[in-house]
């Protein structure tokens, strides 16, 4: 079975089944260009580079592992200020997400979409995933409307164990 017909049929978020990266690249690289030609905006060379490691796995990374790939892949360095630009610049168009509490980047499944960020973390392998449900933004919302608070933006980070982690090393993919 293929992995985009596997990823439709099965619950768990698709960095918790194997699959295809590639996939998931090509889909955000060709989600970053649309978006970008719609708002006038470059996707120069170095940000799709960023862009796409950053979709290399379901694990979000910090800035200077970042800044470490962009050196093997290039004859000369990149400064953190030239990647955080870059960085900077993907958040600014809703392609990436900030992972707060492990201030590392995390690609965005759905970035023509506005939404509040939710995210599962996998504190053994380290994949985190977003969850695309409104129920969480709804409570949040509710409980806040109830104490007469405005909500501006919100981050919740959930941490735990992924179905492939829970089940254990045998249901892991190599390198996992």
């Known amino acids: 079975m293929n992995s985009k017909i596997t990823a439709m049929t099965d619950p768990r978020p698709i ?37 796409i490691l950053v979709w290399q796995s379901h694990r979000p990374l910090g800035a200077y592992t970042i800044m470490d790939m962009l050196a093997q892949t290039s004859t000369r360095r990149v400064a953190p200020p030239t990647v955080y630009r870059a960085l900077d610049f993907l958040l600014q168009y809703k392609l990436i997400h900030r992972i707060n509490s492990l201030n590392a980047f995390l690609g965005c499944p759905d970035p023509g979409n506005v939404h509040q960020n939710y995210f599962l973390i996998c504190r053994q392998c380290g994949i985190a995933t977003e969850c695309l449900d409104n129920s969480l933004g709804n409570s949040i919302a509710q409980v806040a409307d109830s104490a007469g608070f405005q909500v501006k933006e919100q981050s919740v980070e959930i941490v735990g164990l992924c179905p492939r982690c829970q089940a254990g090393p045998k249901n892991r993919e190599p390198g996992q």
């Open 15 to 51: 960095a918790c089944q194997p699959h295809n990266h590639q996939l998931c690249i090509d889909d955000a690289v060709a989600s970053a260009q649309r978006i970008c030609k719609s708002k006038g905006a470059r996707l120069t060379p170095l940000r799709k580079q960023v862009l």
